[in-house]
């Protein structure tokens, strides 16, 4: 079990948070890059707006990809298995990572807009279909764990990509075309190393009807001695949806039964989007250089940041199935919420006392574990623990197109929240962050050690009412 969920985090979030990190490096690099093909090519300089939009379009069309990706992945799910659908991603990761090496030497950015694109695609489906296959191999005792491997290697794509994307490393200026090229690697670490694994034992019974291969694959992620137990389970599952056809997204919307289900997932994914998460990292650069740390050196404290990220998502692994997820989840916007108000503060009378700055500086910090041990962990776990078999594919491909619409839009609209705001910002971020823990409060049973169905029965009074 741990090995599957390390051979398809790999090239599953591995890549969306690599690809997300390593484009801040080379940003200097591609501009250069920009202005001399521009003018090798018309013969005359690159405007300055022009510069900015062509690097805007290179930095936020990875979210457009995304998105599409997300539209995707559901499908792909369903027709070539959760297995199949990341595997043949990767072929899309390694076209990505070709056209981006290659335009450099071609002198045509076209190609490096064009690779962003796709590796933005493969990301969108790596984001769906992977919790997807781990929340449907781990065992219910385990499930909690061994999804928050999903949050573990998008950290670890983070950090990962840091650390490549310094100037000693792949951030240099002859490296750069590489360093975007690299993501070619994790996608051959995956296609070496899944095809070992087998399908999902709930796919190959339910979709697909297959007992015998199901029992087969149970026997190899749970042991021959434990694999009943889960296979009595999945077969009442597939009882109680009674040949049901894997629902479209648009279905959930009209389907009664999913409705409080499908009301968590939209206000959870926006709420871990518009958490303020993206407002730390915006605000880290300015916050360390007021702690009088040098420019050179503000890459290597951004660091931490990663490390505190990779950190918080190992520790919420092994939590989560000793605390449960509401006690995780709540807890996390909680802090974050107190983390909102300090910051506030800090921020406001930064330049009154020469150890304010260093209070800005562990409030991001302590901000980055607080959303790592809630919402940035328990968020896509709780998206498969929420519906059954026939449902879940749609209902992670309305979770990943909202994310990446949350997401695009912040990128667009952030900077000018800050600047209207400047450190009030928080306090926007800190009534949101209050408001989802309210709404997981009174909204969200606990999901620790059920099965899928008991989940849907808890649901069932919310859907129906209490009498039903």
């Excluded at 491997?149 to 490296?175: C, D, H």
């Excluded at 926006?270 to 300015?286: D, P, V």
């Amino acid at each position: 079990l741990f090995l599957a969920v390390c051979a398809v985090g790999i090239g599953g979030t591995f890549q969306y948070g690599y690809n997300v990190s390593i484009i801040n490096a080379p940003t200097q690099h591609i501009h250069k890059f920009l202005n001399e093909t521009w003018t090798s090519r018309y013969q005359k300089e690159l405007n300055p707006d022009l510069l900015t939009f062509l690097w805007s379009v290179i930095a936020s069309i990875f979210s457009l990809g995304g998105l599409c990706g997300a539209l995707m992945g559901g499908s792909m799910a369903i027709r070539l298995g959760r297995k199949g659908a990341l595997l043949m991603n990767n072929i899309i990761a390694i076209l990505a990572s070709i056209l981006m090496g290659l335009s450099y030497p071609t002198g045509l950015f076209e190609l490096l807009i064009a690779g962003r694109f796709l590796i933005g695609i493969n990301t969108g489906i790596g984001f769906c279909v992977q919790p997807l296959y781990i929340g449907e191999i781990a065992p219910k005792h385990l499930r909690g764990g061994l999804a928050m491997g999903t949050s573990i290697f998008l950290t670890g794509g983070i950090l990962t990509g840091q650390i490549i994307g310094l100037r000693e490393l792949l951030g240099g200026e002859k490296y750069w075309p590489l360093l975007l090229s690299s993501s070619c690697f994790p996608a051959f670490a995956q296609l070496l190393f899944l095809p070992w694994f087998p399908e999902s034992p709930r796919f190959l019974l339910i979709d697909r009807g297959d007992e015998l291969s199901c029992a087969k694959a149970l026997k190899r992620f749970h042991g021959s001695a434990e694999y009943r137990r889960e296979m009595e389970d999945i077969q009442r599952e597939s009882s109680a949806l009674d040949g049901e056809k894997p629902k479209k997204p648009w279905q959930l919307f009209t389907d009664r039964a999913v409705r409080w289900q499908l009301i968590t997932v939209i206000v959870m994914t926006i709420g871990q989007q518009l958490s303020g998460i993206n407002a730390i990292y915006f605000y880290a650069t300015y916050i360390f250089e007021a702690a009088g740390i040098s420019a050179e050196k503000i890459p290597y404290v951004t660091l931490g940041t990663g490390a505190c990220e990779c950190l918080t998502a190992l520790s919420c692994g092994l939590l989560i199935d000793y605390v449960g997820r509401r006690y995780l989840i709540i807890g996390g916007y909680l802090l974050m919420t107190l983390w909102c108000i300090v910051l506030t503060f800090s921020l406001t009378y930064q330049d009154l006392y020469p150890w304010v700055p260093y209070v800005s500086m562990m409030s991001i910090f302590a901000f980055i574990l607080s959303f790592g041990l809630g919402p940035g962990g328990i968020t896509n776990t709780l998206i498969a623990e929420l519906f059954v078999q026939s449902s879940r594919p749609a209902a992670y491909m309305i979770g990943g197109t909202l994310s990446w619409i949350s997401f695009f839009t912040i990128g667009m609209l952030f900077p000018f929240i800050v600047n209207g705001l400047k450190q009030y910002c928080f306090l926007v971020f800190l009534l949101e962050c209050s408001f989802v823990a309210a709404f997981i409060f009174l909204v969200i049973p606990e999901t620790k050690n059920k099965s899928f169905l008991e989940i849907k029965k808890e649901f069932h009074k919310l859907n129906f009412g209490r009498n039903t």
